[in-house]
């Protein structure tokens, strides 16, 4: 328990966790990767990959100041973690449509499976970085 509560010291913002942290660098590598993308592919897989990518981030950032209710915490934190598997799912389209290399495609694929991991752990442990209302 006492290491836990150096950790939550640790953390002042969503920033300062390490998932965020981990799902912001990837959705910049994904913006990067999917410049290379096809310009028909503009309206579709490139804006879909590149937006469930950074609402990852977006409602990580949400869920964080969220945190005075658990229900709308845990609520956010599912959002994200929904937003993952949709990236997921594009990064295997640009891969069969070849637009990424298998091992560009794997990486990615298991870099958001390190996030889901985190998102579920915050999910599974919401209680101890819920606000304490009566202080």
């Known amino acids: 328990m006492e290491e836990q509560e150096k950790r939550k010291e640790l ?3 969503h920033e300062d966790l390490a998932v965020y942290q981990m799902a912001f660098d990837v959705a910049m590598k994904i913006f990067e990767l999917s410049k290379r993308f096809p310009v028909e592919e503009r309206y579709s897989l490139t804006d879909q990959i590149r937006r469930s990518s950074r609402s990852v981030c977006a409602n990580l950032a949400e869920a964080w100041r969220k945190r005075r209710y658990e229900a709308a915490f845990i609520a956010k934190l599912n959002d994200s973690e929904a937003e993952s598997a949709e990236t997921q799912v594009w990064i295997k389209f640009a891969v069969k449509c070849q637009y990424l290399d298998l091992e560009q495609g794997r990486e990615l694929y298991g870099t958001y499976n390190q996030v889901l991991s985190g998102l579920v752990h915050l999910i599974n442990n919401s209680h101890h970085w819920i ?5």
């Not at 606000?131 to 202080?135: G, L, M, V």
């Open 11 to 13: 953390v002042k913002s």
């Open 131 to 135: 606000i304490n209302k009566s202080k």
